[in-house]
Structure formats: structure tokens, C-alpha cells
């Protein structure tokens, strides 16, 4: 069975602090994306990383993708209230089937 | 907005019953996958359509079924609901050949509980 660690679960920090969130398997997947989602809603997709050891940027956010395509990590500069939300990672396996990890709950106090 | 309505957004239910949840995809896209998602959970796949026939199941029992119709829009039937079958559904709807995954973009869930 594959699966996708996230890890930390759940992290509360100051507006203007630095984070990381990571993403990890035993499993390597073809792509990674990475998703946003708000209460109430279903996920955004915010970027697919494809190529191990590929970096992306999205204003503060940046995602990289491990060299042997088996992790990822989001890490978010300077972060502010309004990045707040579920963060989910998801590994698109050999069957093209979309592997989800549990998600991280970020909060951002003013 | 996406364009991936569902319906209804919110249901009861009691053990035993059955339900069926609706998806209208995104216009142009011809594959609709549905995702059961527990409360502090991430997403868990449950099937997915591509152009009316079933190309993809996760680890979800018989009573969960679907359909997808000419239209791409999507069903999803559940049979003998249990308690743990409480949930936020999501649908997502992509553009994809031969099963490839194109970019989901996902409704706003039906959230069921089943008491």
C-alpha cells in the first residue's frame, strides 16, 4: 500500500515566521501536486512538481520535489493570516491514480 | 469557482439507507473521480470515470458504485450506509486521455452523516 507521510499534522505561528512542510514516502511517484484547501471547500491545486530535485516558486511559497521522487516540501516565507488553510500533498502513482497525504492545518495569528 | 458543482451540499441519513450524490463537471472535461474525505483527513479515492466507463477504483467496498453519463456528469451511490461512512465527498472533474490525470478541479463536497 502506498502512502504519503505529512508531516507536521498541525502548526500555529506568527505572521512574518518561516515554515516547512514535508511530504514523504517509501514510494516513488511520477508527479507530486500540492493543494490548498478552505473550510467548506474542496482543494486548489497551487503547483505539480514532475522532475526529481525540480524547484517551484509561487510568490512566498516554494515547493521542491526530492531527487528520487519520493518527497516534497512546501516551505512558506514570511508567512501571513491569509495563507491559512489545509495544506495536502498528493503523488500521482503508476495507475495515475492520485495518492493523498493526511494534510497539514496551518494557522497564522496576526 | 471551478465550474464542478455538486449536490446536495449537505445530507442526513440513518444506518441502512441508501444515497446518491450528483456531480456536474467542469465543461470540456471527460473524467469525473470522487474522493470520500474524514473529518482531519486527506482525500481517499474512490473511483473514477472516464468517458462513461469506471477506469480506476481505490479500497472501497461494492456498496459504493457510480455512474457517469453522456453529459460527463457523475452519481455517486452508497448502499447500507454505516456510521463511518460520514464524510465530505468531493468530485473532481479533469481532462484526461487514457486515465493520465490532467488538473483536478474539485466541487465543493457534499458532507454526509450518517447516524
Known amino acids: 500500500t502506498q502512502l504519503l507521510e505529512q508531516s507536521p499534522q498541525f502548526l500555529s505561528i506568527q505572521e512574518g515566521e518561516n515554515l516547512t512542510v514535508y511530504c514523504n514516502s517509501s514510494s516513488v511517484f511520477s508527479s507530486l501536486q500540492w493543494y490548498r484547501q478552505e473550510p467548506g471547500e474542496g482543494p486548489v491545486l497551487l503547483v505539480t512538481v514532475v522532475t526529481g530535485g525540480e524547484v517551484k516558486k509561487l510568490k512566498r511559497l516554494t515547493f521542491q520535489f526530492g531527487d528520487a521522487r519520493k518527497d516534497s516540501s512546501l516551505h512558506i516565507t514570511a508567512a501571513q493570516p491569509g495563507d491559512t488553510g489545509l495544506y495536502l500533498c498528493?503523488?500521482?502513482?503508476?495507475?495515475?491514480?492520485?495518492?493523498w497525504g493526511a494534510g497539514t492545518k496551518l494557522i497564522i495569528k496576526p | 469557482e471551478t465550474g464542478v458543482t455538486q449536490s446536495p451540499t449537505h445530507l442526513i441519513k440513518t444506518r441502512g439507507q441508501q444515497v446518491t450524490l450528483r456531480c456536474s463537471s467542469q465543461s470540456g472535461h471527460n473524467t469525473v473521480s470522487w474522493y470520500q474525505q474524514a473529518l482531519g483527513q486527506g482525500p481517499q479515492f474512490i473511483f473514477q470515470y472516464y468517458r462513461e466507463e469506471e477506469n480506476g477504483r481505490g479500497n472501497f467496498p461494492p456498496r459504493f458504485s457510480g455512474l457517469q453519463f453522456p453529459n460527463y456528469s457523475s452519481e455517486l451511490n452508497v448502499n447500507a450506509l454505516e456510521l463511518d461512512d460520514s464524510a465530505l465527498y468531493l468530485c473532481?472533474?479533469?481532462?484526461?486521455?487514457?486515465?493520465?490525470?490532467?488538473?483536478?478541479?474539485f466541487g465543493e463536497g457534499s458532507r454526509l452523516t450518517v447516524l
Open positions: 473532481a472533474s479533469s481532462w484526461g486521455g487514457t486515465g493520465r490525470p490532467g488538473e483536478l478541479f
Open positions: 498528493a503523488g500521482v502513482n503508476s495507475n495515475y491514480q492520485l495518492i
